[in-house]
C-alpha cells in the first residue's frame, strides 16, 4: 500500500512536489459540525511557513491555504475535507544541474532506484515542502482535540538543541517561544545559537537539532496495544518528518543508564485520581497515555543542502562533485517544531477518536 497516508480513524494523506503547481492534503474521519475556517488553518501554517528570518530558506511562500470541500456554512460536513495550498516561488532553475546527479544525503539515488525516475527539482515529493500539507492537516487534529475534550488539551514543541549546544532547563520559558526565531524556551541560549548559526550560514554549511514535543490535558487510556500504541504511532509520526533520525519519549535512551529505582515513576493518590510523582515514562505506559504530559523528542540531521562540494555521482554512474545551490535552510530543525506538533496533534486525534469508538462517550 503507498506511504502517503497516516492514521486508522482520523487519516490524512497529502499530494504534490515540491515544485509543482500546489501542495495538499485530504483529511477523513473528520467528526460532522465541528466550526472550521481558513483562518483558523493558516494560524499554524503561518509559524512553519519560509523565509520569516535569515536563519530559515529565503523562498517565499505565502503558505495560503483553501479549503475545497468538506465544510459547509462554518461547519465540518463528515465528508472528507481536502486543503490546497499554492506553490509561488518556485525556482526550478536552480536544480538543472543536478538533473542527473545523485546528491550525497538526499533522496535522489534511493527515489530513482525504486521508481525508475525522479523530480529533482527540489526533491520533488521527498521535499519538506510536504510538510506544510501535514500543519494543514494538524490544525484540523487540533480542532477535533479541542471539540471533545475542551480547550485543556495544548500541544507545544520547542527546539531544545542546536549542534551541541543544549538548552538549559533550569531556564525554560515556554511564553519567550515566539520572541526568537528558533522556538527557543531559554533565552540566553536563543542568543548563543543566532551567532553559531550565522557561522555555519556564512560556512555555506548546515547543523542538525533536536526537537521536543509536549501534549498535556491528555486523559489516560489512550492507545491501542499491542501493535498500535500510542507511543509507536508517535514515533512513526516523527520519524516520517524529513531528515528525523532518531526519537525518544520520556527519558528515552537516558534510561538505558538508570537502575529500576530511579527510573520508574512513582504513583499517590489526589483528589480520588492516580497521579504520578515524575515523568519518566514521557505520559505513556504499555503504550497507553496515563494522564501526564506525553513528551516527545526527535532529532533531526543537520540539512544536505549544502554549498560545500560533496562527492556523488551521475545517473549514468560517474562519480563527480556536487554542489547544491538554491535556498536551504542552515538548520532545518527550526521548521520542524511546528511540523512535530501538527504530527503529535494527528496521533491524538485519531487515537481519541478509536478510544471512543471502542469505549464510548
Not at 494523506?13 to 477523513?28: K, M, N, R
Amino acid at each position: 500500500m503507498p506511504g502517503n497516508s497516516f492514521g486508522h480513524t482520523f487519516t490524512y494523506t497529502t499530494w504534490g512536489e515540491s515544485h509543482g503547481p500546489a501542495i495538499g492534503c485530504v483529511v477523513d474521519g473528520v467528526p460532522p459540525n465541528i466550526p472550521l475556517a481558513e483562518p483558523e488553518i493558516q494560524h499554524w501554517l503561518d509559524r512553519r511557513r519560509p523565509g520569516q528570518s535569515k536563519y530559515t530558506t529565503q523562498r517565499k511562500e505565502p503558505d495560503t491555504v483553501d479549503i475545497l470541500s468538506g465544510v459547509f456554512e462554518g461547519k465540518t460536513t463528515g465528508t472528507p475535507v481536502s486543503l490546497m495550498i499554492r506553490n509561488q516561488d518556485q525556482r526550478s532553475k536552480d536544480y538543472s544541474e543536478i538533473k542527473d546527479r545523485y546528491r550525497p544525503g538526499h533522496a535522489d539515488y534511493t527515489y530513482d532506484a525504486k521508481y525508475g525516475n525522479r523530480d529533482y527539482r527540489g526533491g520533488g515529493r521527498s521535499s519538506a515542502r510536504e510538510t506544510a500539507s501535514r500543519v494543514a492537516a494538524g490544525a484540523i487534529a487540533r480542532k477535533v482535540l479541542t471539540s471533545i475534550l475542551g480547550d485543556g488539551v495544548v500541544i507545544r514543541g520547542a527546539l531544545v538543541q542546536m549542534g551541541p549546544h543544549r538548552v538549559d532547563r533550569d531556564n525554560w520559558d515556554w511564553s519567550i517561544l515566539e520572541d526568537n526565531p528558533f522556538w527557543c524556551p531559554d533565552a540566553g541560549m536563543a542568543a548563543q545559537w543566532a551567532g553559531y548559526l550565522d557561522e555555519v550560514r556564512k560556512a555555506g554549511s548546515s547543523v542538525g537539532a533536536v526537537v521536543e514535543v509536549v501534549a498535556s490535558g491528555v486523559p489516560a487510556g489512550l492507545g491501542e496495544p499491542v501493535y498500535d500504541k500510542i507511543d509507536s504511532d508517535l514515533a512513526k509520526a516523527m520519524m516520517s518528518i524529513n531528515a528525523s533520525k532518531g526519537v525518544e519519549i520520556g527519558t528515552g535512551f537516558a534510561a538505558a543508564s538508570e537502575r529500576g529505582e530511579d527510573a520508574h515513576d512513582e504513583m499517590y493518590m489526589e483528589d480520588g485520581k492516580v497521579r504520578f510523582r515524575t515523568n519518566r515514562a514521557g505520559g505513556v505506559l504499555g503504550g497507553i497515555s496515563n494522564g501526564e504530559d506525553i513528551v516527545v523528542r526527535f532529532a533531526v540531521k543537520p540539512t544536505s543542502s549544502i554549498l560545500i562540494s560533496r562527492q556523488g555521482v551521475t545517473s549514468a554512474g560517474k562519480e563527480v562533485e556536487v554542489i547544491t545551490k538554491g535556498r536551504h535552510d542552515p538548520c532545518v530543525g527550526i521548521r520542524a517544531v511546528p511540523v512535530g506538533e501538527a504530527m503529535m496533534a494527528l496521533v491524538l486525534a485519531d487515537h481519541l477518536l478509536r478510544h471512543r469508538a471502542q469505549i464510548g462517550p
